[in-house]
């Protein structure tokens, strides 16, 4: 097995309550998705529209895939309409010590 990915979102929702609800019914289908492992799904102790997932995938490809299938996926439709602004995305791999 390769060494995971992780995918960092940091945003912020219009409704706190809306988009955790939607967020958590969404996670059993992105767990289907190819290559997906696992989905902390976080929010601000400091402001409750402040949301943060960290979804972990087996590699890159996969998660580079799940993203674009996030985009157009019928089913992910209404979180994305809850979400108002994105302030980081990206990947990343757990460094390796010498």
Not at 62 to 74: C, I, S
Request: proline share 6%; with cysteine.
């Amino acid at each position: 097995m390769s060494n995971p990915v992780f995918e960092l979102v940091i945003y912020k929702v219009k409704n706190p309550q809306t988009a955790a609800r939607i967020r958590a019914g969404l996670q059993p289908h992105v767990a289907a998705y190819p290559g997906f492992r696992d989905w902390k799904a976080i929010a601000s102790t400091d402001d409750a529209a402040l949301f943060a997932d960290i979804v972990t995938w087996d590699s890159l490809d996969a998660a580079r895939a799940a993203g674009q299938k996030v985009m157009t996926d019928p089913a992910c439709a209404p979180f994305m309409a809850e979400i108002g602004e994105i302030f980081s995305m990206g990947h990343f791999a757990e460094e390796r010590r010498a």
